[in-house]
DNA sequence: CTAGTGGGTGAACGTCTGTACACTCAAACC
DNA sequence: GGTTTGAGTGTACAGACGTTCACCCACTAG
C-alpha cells in the first residue's frame, strides 16, 4: 500500500493493454476504437487519454512488449552455446513452440499488424525483424563452415531462416493451442531448418551465379 | 451499344472492386466502410447493395481475383518445361516479381488481409495458398532426384519454398516500385531458392531424425 | 407500343465514433 | 493539515456508420 497512486495507473494501463490485444484478435488494430477498449476495461472514453494519446500510440507499446519476449526467446536460444546441427535445430524450434504459445496474443498480433497495422506500427515491426535477422545473422558467422561467407550471403540466409519462423509462428498461432496440430507445425519447422542448413553448409561448394 | 444494360452494371461492379482495392491500401478490408467505396465510387451508398451484400463479400471476390492471376503465374512458370536448376529458378524468381509488380494492388491485398482480414476472406486466402502448395508439391515430385522422397518431405519443402515466396511477394510489394529496390529482393530470393534447392537435392543423403 | 425490370436516388433512422470541457475527490506533498 | 495533483467522471457535440424504405426512369422483353 506505499505507492498506491502510481500502481493503481500502473494496473488501469495494463488493463487497457490487454483488452486491446483481446479486442483487436480476429480483426485489427485499425479497426479498433478507443471506446471499445474503455468499455471492456471499464472506463469512461475520455479516461484512455491520460495513458495513451491514440490508438497507434498504444499500439506501438504493443510491438515493443511482443519484441521484448521475442529477444529472450533469442536469447535463450543463443544460451545453448555448443551447436551441434541437429541440436541447435531442436532448440530453436522447441523454444519457438514455446514462447509462441505462452504469448500467443502478442505473436498474433505482430503476425497481424506486420501486414495491416497502422504505418507506423508496420514500420516498427520491420525494423524489430531486420533487427533479429541481424543478430541471427552475426551468430551463423560464429558456426564452423560459414568462415568463408559473404556479408550479403548471411544476411540472405538468415533472412530465409527467420522468415521461416515467422511463418511457423504463424501457422501455430492458427493452431490454436490443439496440441496436435501444433506438434506437426512444430516438425515441418524442424524439417524445413534442416534442409536449410543443409543447403547452406554446402553453399560455397557451388559458386554463386 | 448491343447489351448496355449488363456492361454498365459490370463497369461500376468493377469500379467497385477498384475503389475498394485502392481504399484498403494502408489499412485492412475490416478498417474498409461501404460509405468510402460509394463515395469514391461516385454512386450512393445503397446502390452498393446492387453489386455485393457486404464488405465481406467483395473481399471473397478480390480474393478469387488475386489468384487467378497467381495461378496464371504459376502456370507460365511450369511452362518452362525442361528444368535445369539455376534455369528454374531464375525463370520462378522473375515470373514472381513481374506479376507481383503488374498486380501490386491485389498481392498487397492478399498479403494484407491473409492476416488480418474478416475470418471468411482469411479462410479463402489459407485454402488457396495451400492448394498452390499441394500444385507445387506435385511439380517438385516430378524432378530428378525427388523419386525416393515421401509425400510428407515433398509437402514441407513446398512449404518451405511457397513461404519464402510469400515473403518475397510481400517485400515487392513494400519496395514499391523503386527498381533498384526490387532487384535486390528478386536477387535475395534466387539466392535463397538455390540455398534451398541444394539442401534439398542432398536430402535423402542424410536421413531425417 | 406497352409493361416491367432493375441500377441508381435521396431522405431518414438509430447507433457508434473521436474529442472537448468542466467536474470530482482521494492520494501525494510540503 | 491545508494545497496541489491527476486518474477517472459525465455531459455534450458533430460526424460517420450500416440499413430501411419509397421512389425514379432508361433500358429491356414481349
Do not use: N
Given at each position: 500500500?506505499t505507492e498506491?497512486?502510481?500502481?493503481?495507473?500502473?494496473?488501469?494501463?495494463?488493463?487497457?493493454?490487454?483488452?486491446?490485444?483481446?479486442?483487436?484478435?480476429?480483426?485489427?488494430?485499425?479497426?479498433?476504437?478507443?471506446?471499445?477498449?474503455a468499455?471492456e476495461?471499464g472506463?469512461?472514453p475520455?479516461?484512455?487519454?491520460?495513458?495513451?494519446?491514440?490508438?497507434?500510440?498504444?499500439?506501438?507499446?504493443?510491438?515493443?512488449?511482443?519484441?521484448?519476449?521475442?529477444?529472450?526467446?533469442?536469447?535463450?536460444?543463443?544460451?545453448g552455446?555448443?551447436?551441434?546441427?541437429?541440436?541447435?535445430?531442436?532448440?530453436?524450434?522447441?523454444?519457438?513452440?514455446?514462447?509462441?504459445?505462452?504469448?500467443?496474443?502478442?505473436?498474433?498480433?505482430?503476425?497481424?499488424?506486420?501486414?495491416?497495422?497502422?504505418?507506423?506500427?508496420?514500420?516498427?515491426i520491420?525494423?524489430?525483424?531486420?533487427?533479429?535477422?541481424?543478430?541471427?545473422?552475426t551468430?551463423l558467422?560464429?558456426?564452423?563452415?560459414?568462415?568463408?561467407?559473404?556479408?550479403?550471403?548471411l544476411?540472405?540466409?538468415?533472412?530465409?531462416?527467420?522468415?521461416?519462423?515467422?511463418?511457423t509462428a504463424?501457422?501455430?498461432?492458427?493452431a490454436?493451442?490443439?496440441?496436435?496440430a501444433?506438434?506437426?507445425?512444430?516438425?515441418?519447422?524442424r524439417?524445413?531448418?534442416?534442409?536449410?542448413?543443409?543447403?547452406?553448409?554446402?553453399?560455397?561448394?557451388?559458386?554463386?551465379?
Amino acid at each position: 500500500m506505499t505507492e498506491t497512486r502510481v500502481e493503481r495507473k500502473e494496473r488501469t494501463r495494463r488493463a487497457i493493454l490487454d483488452a486491446a490485444l483481446q479486442l483487436c484478435d480476429g480483426s485489427s488494430l485499425v479497426a479498433l476504437s478507443l471506446r471499445q477498449v474503455a468499455r471492456e476495461v471499464g472506463i469512461v472514453p475520455t479516461a484512455f487519454y491520460r495513458h495513451f494519446d491514440s490508438i497507434e500510440a498504444l499500439g506501438l507499446e504493443l510491438v515493443d512488449e511482443s519484441f521484448a519476449s521475442l529477444r529472450s526467446m533469442l536469447r535463450d536460444v543463443r544460451s545453448g552455446s555448443q551447436p551441434s546441427f541437429s541440436e541447435v535445430v531442436d532448440r530453436s524450434v522447441g523454444t519457438l513452440v514455446e514462447h509462441v504459445e505462452r504469448r500467443g496474443r502478442h505473436f498474433a498480433f505482430i503476425v497481424r499488424e506486420r501486414a495491416a497495422g497502422p504505418p507506423a506500427v508496420r514500420a516498427a515491426i520491420r525494423h524489430q525483424i531486420e533487427l533479429a535477422q541481424h543478430e541471427l545473422a552475426t551468430d551463423l558467422a560464429r558456426l564452423p563452415g560459414t568462415e568463408a561467407w559473404s556479408p550479403e550471403d548471411l544476411r540472405v540466409l538468415s533472412a530465409l531462416i527467420v522468415g521461416a519462423m515467422v511463418g511457423t509462428a504463424e501457422q501455430i498461432v492458427q493452431a490454436d493451442g490443439r496440441p496436435d496440430a501444433v506438434q506437426q507445425v512444430a516438425e515441418t519447422a524442424r524439417t524445413q531448418l534442416r534442409m536449410v542448413l543443409i543447403g547452406a553448409l554446402q553453399w560455397r561448394s557451388t559458386p554463386p551465379a
